[in-house]
């Protein structure tokens, strides 16, 4: 046998050993080597989750722990079973609250590794998708806070991933994952359902869509939705709460964002970074070697349009990006030669650097004065970053919103705990508290063991599903941060006397008062529990 033949039949034998070989066998397995930006990415969370204090978000959360049910006003019940957990076993302190974000924080640098390396990515397109992921400041800010943007982002992810796994096997179990992750994003977020919705609809208009017309994916759709029952159950039993919602919160944030915002915003949230997923958006749209994997392209188009025409809020995209990162790493290291060290090192450089340079703006690495004097200091030199400081107000401020939404809760608790051990232990005995915003009634149900204080009432967000039957106290303890004693309720009222106020420096709730009620009418009451028959049908 001639040598050219021996090459030929040496190439038909590998191409056969190939196609024979198990898929697991056929790809090489990074994920060792993805477990050190896992690392990476947990120490950065575990330096910065202790700084500051609780974010008025996650007390409202911590509270849903103490009244689990299958929904809630404003966020599904997934949330609230991660409270329980963490308040039954890691207790009830800043660090214990935001275990379970960091862990879904690294679950999503790993997937994202992953998919990497299902598109054919090697080490450097791992790397750089991980790092441009770990450092983009909409991940640093997003991954440690205890709230449903993190795990929302970590169901995404997860889709994305079995979507790819099953277009590189057509093995039917991921099918059936696939339903359960999409039912459990559903109870995690809404918006699970519309990111599905254009990853679906990709695919039916990419060439791959014959692998969805199959019995197996009308029953993985039948498992999410019996996954997800529950949840619409809960809501047609109460009104279709989300409905409500929605309409406030478009009427008191949503509205105030124009879509020219919500373009430039994307185009900056991950900064540097920004180069990677747009390589990999172009590549998954026009790539050849990625063809198969168009529908994340489309996807990710279709998601941002919608948000787009619903003015969503600027975080509801960021999920979609860390496939966009795995495309782009696979770009980079396609375009750049593999003996090019220099060149692929001052990429990693170029792309993650200036947002690890960023990074106090974002995520809390450093004491609370030092990061108002970098925050004053970067926003003045790069006026571009000063989205990052305009709260929903839409003004300026020296902090961003997230950070001073951690101050000054434990203050406020205390001096409602000064003004009720004030009282006489038999006035104690017929005193209520009663707190006008969720922060407020989270900060004051989170801290009542602490400082010994009666549980509190309110009648906002979700508060209002377990508020008292009636506010008929002798004594009311009224939580404000707005004039509404002195212009609403001073008429129906003996007396009163404001007892307290929160003083912390840049606490987006300063100013808010305490004040003791004595002796309300019986019309308090009437008005109050009028406001609550309203509100639990809304």
């Known amino acids: 046998m001639s040598f050219h033949h021996f090459s030929n039949f040496t190439t038909f034998s590998k191409t056969i050993l190939n196609s024979s070989m198990p898929y697991k066998n056929r790809r090489s397995s990074y994920s060792t080597f993805i477990l050190i930006f896992v690392a990476l990415k947990i120490v950065l969370n575990l330096f910065a989750i202790s700084n500051f204090g609780f974010h008025r978000d996650e007390l409202l959360h911590l509270v849903l722990g103490d009244h689990l049910d299958w929904g809630y006003k404003e966020v599904p019940p997934f949330i609230a079973l991660l409270a329980k957990i963490t308040l039954n076993i890691f207790g009830d302190s800043v660090f214990a609250a935001r275990i379970f974000s960091t862990i879904a924080s690294g679950f999503i640098v790993w997937l994202t590794g992953q998919i990497t390396a299902e598109l054919g990515g090697r080490r450097f397109a791992i790397t750089l998708a991980c790092l441009a992921l770990i450092f983009a400041p909409a991940f640093a800010a997003s991954g440690y806070l205890f709230q449903p943007v993190v795990f929302d982002q970590l169901w995404w992810v997860v889709t994305v991933w079995l979507f790819i796994k099953y277009l590189n096997t057509a093995t039917v179990k991921y099918l059936y994952w696939l339903g359960v992750a999409v039912g459990i994003g559903m109870l995690t977020k809404y918006t699970m359902a519309f990111f599905t919705a254009s990853l679906i609809i990709g695919i039916l208009i990419s060439r791959e869509r014959k692998l969805l017309f199959n019995k197996h994916v ?279 006397r404001k007892t307290g106020e929160v003083l912390t420096p840049l606490a987006r709730e300063k100013g808010t008062r305490i004040y003791l009620l004595t002796n309300p009418s019986p019309k308090l009451n009437e008005v109050y529990k009028a406001e609550l028959a309203k509100k639990r049908l809304q």
């Open 218 to 496: 009308v029953y993985s759709a039948l498992l999410a939705i019996l996954i997800f029952l529950p949840n619409i159950i809960w809501q047609f039993v109460h009104h279709l709460p989300v409905i409500h919602h929605m309409k406030e919160l478009r009427e008191t944030q949503l509205d105030y964002i124009h879509p020219s915002d919500f373009i430039k915003q994307q185009l900056l949230v991950n900064g540097p970074a920004l180069f990677v997923w747009l390589a990999g958006f172009i590549s998954l749209l026009f790539s050849f070697r990625l063809r198969r994997f168009r529908f994340m392209a489309i996807a990710y188009v279709l998601i941002f349009l919608f948000l787009l025409q619903m003015n969503g809020k600027i975080y509801y995209l960021f999920g979609a990006y860390p496939m966009l990162f795995a495309a782009g790493g696979f770009t980079f290291e396609r375009i750049l030669n593999r003996k090019a060290y220099i060149l692929r090192t001052a990429t990693v450089l170029l792309f993650v650097v200036p947002n690890v340079l960023l990074l106090p703006l974002v995520l809390p690495i450093l004491p609370l004065n030092s990061t108002v004097a970098f925050i004053k200091h970067t926003t003045e030199r790069y006026t571009f970053l000063q989205f990052l400081v305009t709260w929903e107000d839409q003004k300026q401020h020296p902090l961003t919103q997230d950070y001073a939404d951690m101050l000054g809760w434990d203050e406020m608790a205390k001096k409602v705990g000064d003004t009720y051990h004030a009282l006489t232990p038999e006035q104690q005995k017929h005193t209520q508290v009663y707190a006008d915003n969720y922060g407020e009634a989270g900060a004051l149900h989170h801290y009542r063991k602490k400082y010994k204080i009666p549980d509190v009432t309110s009648l906002n967000s979700s508060f209002q599903l377990w508020a008292a039957d009636s506010l008929n106290a002798h004594y009311i303890i009224y939580v404000d941060d707005d004039d509404n004693v002195e212009r609403r309720l001073s008429p129906m009222l003996e007396s009163y």
